[in-house]
């Protein structure tokens, strides 16, 4: 089955903890995203890479991390220096590549609780 | 700049009854519009999508949506509600700039379904 799997379902850290959120997929897209989902405020988007080796900053990067080493996996980071980290984190995909603008898959979404 | 602006922060029918979600956007050229269902603590499916073809857009499970350049506005519609279409609706601009999309999303409408 192709898809996008994001692990775990629920996570649960200490505050002042980083910790590393997991993205994966099988559909051979070159372009991966992160977003954070707040209650009332839609998603917003913190990084993105179209391509192997390449990412850059979305909208509320700061506090996170990310590295895209592989085409398969875009794993996201969350730093203590983000000040509100409890959140629902979703993993997107997408064809990706220069002419126009193509569809996202979404993975099932990570749910981060800072203690 | 670009934004999206989803007028009804909820809205609520009765099953068998037409669903109207409006959405608006600002973009300063001719944007990809599409609309994502979330079911509760789920990832996001993508409804449709319009991409500059036809500007009434069929999608899934019986939604569709016209494009308005006139009016800037996107609204999805169904002629007829089900139990099943209780979900939070996301309306999405993305534009390429520069070899990059610039994705944006409205804050959701939560649609819920009356027996």
């Known amino acids: 089955d192709g898809g996008i799997t994001q692990s775990p379902k629920y996570l649960f850290r200490k505050e002042g903890q980083n910790v590393t959120l997991s993205c994966e997929q099988n559909?051979?897209?070159?372009?991966m995203y992160w977003y954070r989902q707040d209650p009332g405020q839609g998603l917003r988007l913190i990084y993105y890479s179209q391509i192997v080796n390449d990412f850059q900053k979305g909208d509320i990067a700061e506090g996170y991390s990310v590295s895209r080493e592989k085409k398969e996996s875009f794993p996201l980071t969350v730093t203590s220096a983000q000040k509100n980290p409890t959140a629902f984190y979703l993993c997107?995909?997408?064809?990706?590549?220069?002419?126009?603008?193509?569809?996202?898959?979404f993975g099932p979404g990570t749910r981060l609780t800072v203690l | 700049a670009q934004s999206v602006t989803q007028l009804d922060s909820h809205v609520s029918v009765s099953e068998g009854t037409p669903v109207l979600l409006r959405c608006n956007y600002s973009?300063?050229?001719?944007?990809?519009l599409f609309w994502y269902v979330q079911h509760p603590n789920k990832g996001l499916q993508l409804l449709l999508k319009?991409?500059?073809?036809?500007?009434l857009v069929k999608g899934i499970n019986g939604f569709e949506a016209e494009f308005k350049k006139s009016e800037t506005s996107f609204h999805l519609t169904k002629p007829s509600a089900h139990m099943s279409d209780a979900a939070e609706y996301f309306c999405?601009?993305?534009?390429?700039?520069?070899?990059?999309?610039?994705?944006?999303f409205g804050t959701g409408t939560k649609l819920q379904v009356i027996p």
């Open positions: 999405v601009v993305i534009k390429n700039s520069g070899g990059y999309q610039k994705v944006t």
């Open positions: 973009s300063s050229y001719s944007p990809s």
């Open positions: 559909l051979n897209h070159d372009a």
């Open positions: 319009y991409t500059s073809a036809a500007t």
């Open positions: 997107a995909s997408s064809i990706g590549g220069l002419v126009g603008t193509d569809t996202q898959y």
